[in-house]
């Protein structure tokens, strides 16, 4: 009995502490952290400085993805062959023999220039490209890659 009067005691007590009115719990003097307008990332080496940009083919060495000069006359779907298509977590085609994900360029030479096409989507059954502002959906076909311009054709 002793036991249940203390607890009840407690209880009243944590109660009235407890309620305290809102302009109580208003707070004075908030804590501020000012920062500079530009700071530095702290994931950064100290010190560290970016580069400036270079062009794309400087920097990577890879063809440009746009190369106006370039006539689009390629750039049809008989011109690619992709072969196979794997639709899991990662999206991956084999086009013309290699092993491309959607947003990675495929290198192609024309006209003795190196260009880009980029692979813009994979889907069940086609690949979406594209080159300087077109689109073309190339269909999952079997076979080898395309053969060179001015080959005869082959047969089946």
């Known amino acids: 009995m002793k036991l249940m009067k203390a607890i009840l005691l407690c209880l009243l007590l944590a109660g009235s502490l407890s309620a305290q009115t809102v302009e109580e719990l208003q ?3 908030r804590s501020a952290f000012p920062y500079p307008a530009v700071e530095r990332n702290p994931f950064l080496p100290i010190g560290w400085v970016k580069p400036e940009p270079k062009s794309e083919q400087q920097s990577t060495g890879k063809p440009v993805a746009v190369a106006p000069s370039i006539s689009t006359a390629f750039f049809r779907p008989e011109a690619f062959a992709v072969t196979s298509i794997s639709t899991g977590s990662t999206r991956v085609a084999v086009i013309n023999g290699r092993i491309y994900n959607e947003g990675e360029l495929l290198p ?4 003795g220039q190196s260009v880009a ?4 989507a994979i889907r069940d059954g086609k690949v979406t490209l594209r080159f300087s502002g077109k689109e073309i959906q190339v269909p999952l076909r079997a076979g080898a890659p395309p053969a060179k311009p001015g080959a005869p ?3 089946r």
């Open 27 to 29: 707070v004075e003097k």
């Open 108 to 111: 192609m030479n024309v006209q």
């Open 117 to 120: 096409v980029l692979v813009a």
């Open 153 to 155: 054709p082959a047969k």
